[in-house]
């Protein structure tokens, strides 16, 4: 549609994310395992373990939002 016409759909249209944001995507992708299964805090504990991370919190939060919101679009 965007090459024939020249007009790019509101769908395909969104912000990219900051790269003080990116490493906590690179973390989320590291950690889910499959579509349909939500990451649990045990998950992302060991995960967290195994890699030696440090998360706070706050990242652990966001994290799982990421989960919740990608869960919601499939």
Do not use: W
Request: charged share 25%; glycine share 2%.
């Amino acid at each position: 549609v965007f090459k024939m016409s020249g007009r790019k759909p509101k769908e395909l249209e969104f912000a990219l994310p900051s790269d003080d944001f990116c490493y906590l995507l690179d973390h989320f992708y590291n950690v889910k395992t499959a579509q349909g299964e939500k990451i649990t805090y045990s998950e992302l504990q060991s995960y967290s373990e195994m890699m030696a991370l440090n998360l706070s919190a706050f990242e652990v939060q966001i994290i799982m939002s990421i989960d919740r919101i990608f869960e919601a679009q499939t």
